[in-house]
């Protein structure tokens, strides 16, 4: 079972209090999209993602950000046991949605850099291992249901 | 060979201007020591780096951070043939310092965290793909040398 510092624990909480949840979703999956251009492929049903503007003013892109921190949401408030929480989760994206488990990490790794963006010099390199952990975690538990 | 539009060559021009190579070299290899704690087997002689507060102030580490992004400006100064100038340092590192090569692609996510930090919404959509670019780029040309 993962184990959390009470500074892991605090900086997480903090930092998800912090972020503005209509925003970073958004930004994290748009740069994914443009950033890493085969993550297109799971978002046929999406209409124009043709170039970069597209992407980011694309309402379903903005809508599924909000999605995307939803879950993420669900670790923060299960962080001893994000496994569990997110079973059906990853039996969603391995039987049905098929995604490649390499592309979560694109997408953490976008988050990442989101989130270093929106909280500048209070993203340090101690918050910033903390954050990279939580993710990691998230990251494994969505691969867990892949066989 | 790696092709660069003018747009590209402006942005990543554009973003390596805005670093202080003193300010985020000290902080880099901070950031890969305590997001990848691995990393410290190769850092046996830069005495105490076992603790988040020694890695923060090792001064060590710190010089190390600025001989990285010498060689860095050297590479965005030399855009089209930094591969071939890249050769030496590639093999020193494959032959001498023994780094595994995945190590390359951590450090550039610390560095690019460390530059999202600083720039925060400057290091918009399109500047974190071109600027990725490169630092694809220069991972490629570190990794060049080893067999």
């Known amino acids: ?147 | 060979m790696v092709k660069w539009t003018e747009e590209e060559r402006r942005i990543v021009r554009g973003v390596w201007e805005k670093v202080d190579i003193d300010e985020i070299g000290a902080e880099l290899w901070a950031r890969a020591l305590i997001v990848y704690p691995w990393i410290e087997r190769y850092f046996g002689s830069f005495g105490d780096i076992f603790t988040t507060t020694a890695i923060l102030n090792n001064p060590k580490l710190a010089a190390l951070g600025k001989v990285v992004l010498s060689a860095l400006d050297t590479a965005v100064k030399n855009i089209d043939h930094f591969k071939a100038m890249y050769a030496s340092l590639s093999r020193q590192h494959y032959e001498k310092i023994k780094v595994d090569p995945d190590n390359f692609r951590l450090l550039a996510e610390c560095i690019t965290i460390t530059i999202a930090c600083k720039l925060r919404a400057e290091l918009n959509p399109q500047v974190q793909a071109t600027w990725q670019k490169f630092l694809s780029a220069v991972v490629e040309a570190m990794s060049s040398q080893y067999k």
């Open chain 1, 1 to 147: 079972m993962v184990k959390w510092s009470d500074f892991e624990r605090a900086a997480i909480q903090d930092i998800f209090s912090k972020i503005n949840y209509d925003v970073v979703g958004c930004a994290a999956l748009s740069r994914c999209l443009i950033v890493y251009p085969w993550t297109q492929r799971y978002f046929g049903g999406f209409g124009n993602l043709y170039n970069a503007a597209a992407i980011t003013s694309n309402p379903k892109v903005a809508a599924h950000g909000k999605v995307i921190m939803a879950g993420l949401e669900k670790a923060v408030k299960n962080m001893d046991d994000i496994k569990t929480t997110y079973k059906d989760l990853s039996v969603l994206h391995s039987e049905k949605l098929q995604v490649d488990p390499d592309n979560f990490n694109l997408l953490a790794d976008c988050l990442t850099i989101v989130v270093a963006g929106q909280m500048g010099a209070a993203f340090t390199p101690e918050v910033h291992g903390a954050f990279q952990k939580f993710l990691a975690v998230v990251v494994a538990s969505l691969r867990k249901q892949y066989h």
